[in-house]
């Protein structure tokens, strides 16, 4: 198939092409992270990178197969409702009106089958907009059918499949965890005695469910670009171990690699070289959080093949 990926960040659409045996001649795609384009073009050499989606001409494409993409969410999601300035919704001005470029994209090219992708959390209107602009229903699945991960995405598509009712796996949290043979993770990644409280202990009146702060040990909460910094339970996966650093406590935040797993990815599939430590786990959670869980979108395309 000929493809076109738009906000293609790490390449999880081609992963998973890929892993649901559907064979790939062309994979063009428009991003402008420059570490997620690092990664990408490290995990693989077929992918033409174009840059900036706002200044291409789609025309270039006619006669495509399959356009793939998930615009950005953070003017969508429920959490970031009151942005101020408009920002808010497909319309807004925020990073969510991207979301008229692969309209300008489907419109152009028509190619036989598409795919979009965004945050379920997002307000009726914004849904029903993109619901009209697109032609079909979303669909939605949470990722937990297919990972350790609680992630609930809505789907449009005209990509015939059928949404599993029950998991498919039996995947756990633990059995993702890179210190599960009890040899623990850097002391970084494990949270300061100080903050414990500020993540974990919510006791105000607004707070209608607690089991909300508290970690699970069995899945992971929806993963986050903004993994590097401390959030409240209620945001953040989590975990809580036996081993303590000296000066912090027995509650920790997923590793990259653990982020890669919980996704679909290999392991160190987001490692570039040329970068810190510090910089590269920052882009690595990121790019990540950012990206598609790889096995719900295998399942997906799987309708391709069929």
Same mark, same amino acid.
């Given at each position: 198939m000929k493809v076109l990926s738009l906000f293609d960040g790490i390449s999880c659409g081609r992963v998973a092409l890929e892993r649901a045996g559907i064979p790939i001649e062309k994979y063009d795609a428009y991003e402008i992270d420059e570490y997620a384009i690092k990664v990408a073009?490290?995990?693989?050499?077929?992918?033409?990178?174009?840059?900036?989606?706002?200044?291409?001409?789609?025309?270039?494409?006619?006669?495509?197969?399959?356009?793939?993409?998930?615009?950005?969410?953070?003017? +969508?999601?429920?959490?970031?409702?009151? +942005?101020?300035?408009?920002?808010?919704?497909?319309?807004?001005?925020?990073?969510?009106? +991207?979301?008229?470029?692969?309209?300008?994209?489907?419109?152009?090219?028509?190619?036989?089958?598409?795919?979009?992708?965004?945050?379920?959390?997002m307000r009726n209107a914004d849904k029903a907009i993109i619901t009209e602009q697109l032609g079909v229903e979303p669909v939605k699945i949470n990722s937990l059918l297919f990972s350790a991960q609680v992630r609930n995405r809505l789907y449009w598509t005209n990509i015939p499949f059928d949404v599993p009712t029950e998991r498919v796996v039996d995947t756990e949290l633990k059995d993702v965890l890179e210190d599960k043979d009890g040899t623990p993770v850097a002391d970084r990644f494990y949270i300061c005695e100080g903050t414990v409280h500020y993540v974990f202990e919510r006791n105000d009146k607004w707070v209608t469910n607690p089991d909300k702060f508290k970690p699970n040990p069995q899945f992971s909460r929806p993963l986050v670009a903004s993994g590097w910094k401390i959030h409240r339970a209620d945001t953040e996966a989590y975990i809580e171990t036996e081993y303590a650093p000296v000066g912090r406590s027995h509650f920790r935040r997923l590793t990259p690699v653990e982020y890669e797993r919980l996704q679909g990815l290999p392991d160190n599939y987001t490692l570039v070289d040329g970068y810190s430590e510090a910089q590269s786990n920052k882009q690595r959670w990121k790019c990540v959080g950012n990206g598609w869980q790889v096995d719900t979108i295998t399942h997906i395309f799987k309708g391709l093949a069929e």
């Open positions: 073009q490290k995990n693989s050499s077929i992918i033409q990178h174009h840059g900036d989606v706002t200044t291409a001409s789609f025309k270039d494409y006619l006669g495509y197969d399959l356009l793939i993409g998930g615009s950005p969410c953070q003017s +969508l999601a429920n959490c970031n409702m009151y +942005l101020k300035d408009g920002e808010y919704g497909v319309n807004g001005t925020g990073a969510s009106r +991207l979301f008229w470029e692969y309209v300008r994209a489907l419109k152009t090219i028509q190619p036989k089958y598409f795919f979009f992708e965004n945050v379920a959390s």
